[in-house]
């Protein structure tokens, strides 16, 4: 992956609530549709993680796909940050389908089926390879 992460704290509440579910999910499996620390999918581990951060905003559970429509999310134009989410597709032809969050400058963190809830570096030799994109919770909407 070539992308350039900003080296500040990004939005900590995110990464701190992360890091929490992270331990308390580490060794369960992938489930699919799961959405508590027994076992995630990635779009459960990534709403489970905003709803710790950000419990006022009322956040629904959204799939993959409906995190990339959503009106809570706005593409990050610039650097991505700790606490963005990063988005993923399989390839050209297919949908995003698969989302985690920055963790830091050189990880990001998410449930795959191959290892539940864990740490993958940006430079990983399969995800380096799919096509993604940055996206940024909005905290407001009007």
């Given amino acids: 992956m070539s992308d350039t992460l900003a080296t500040g704290p990004g939005d900590t509440k995110i990464v701190e609530a992360a890091k929490g579910v992270w331990e308390k999910a580490k060794g369960k499996p992938y489930t699919w549709n799961g959405h508590t620390t027994n076992g995630f999918d990635c779009s459960g581990f990534t709403m489970y993680v905003l709803k710790q951060a950000y419990p006022s905003l009322g956040l629904d559970f ?13 593409p990050v134009t610039g650097t991505p940050e700790a606490g ?8 050209p032809e297919v949908p995003y389908d ?16 191959s290892t539940g809830v864990a740490l993958v570096s940006f430079n990983d030799f399969f995800w380096s390879k799919k096509p993604h994109f940055f996206i940024r919770l909005v905290k407001a909407i009007s």
């Fill in 62 to 74: 959204m799939t993959a796909g409906s995190i990339f429509a959503s009106p809570h999310f706005i």
């Fill in 98 to 113: 698969h989302v985690g969050i920055v963790y830091d400058t050189t990880h990001w963190i998410g449930s795959q089926t």
């Fill in 84 to 91: 963005d989410l990063i988005c993923f597709r399989k390839g």
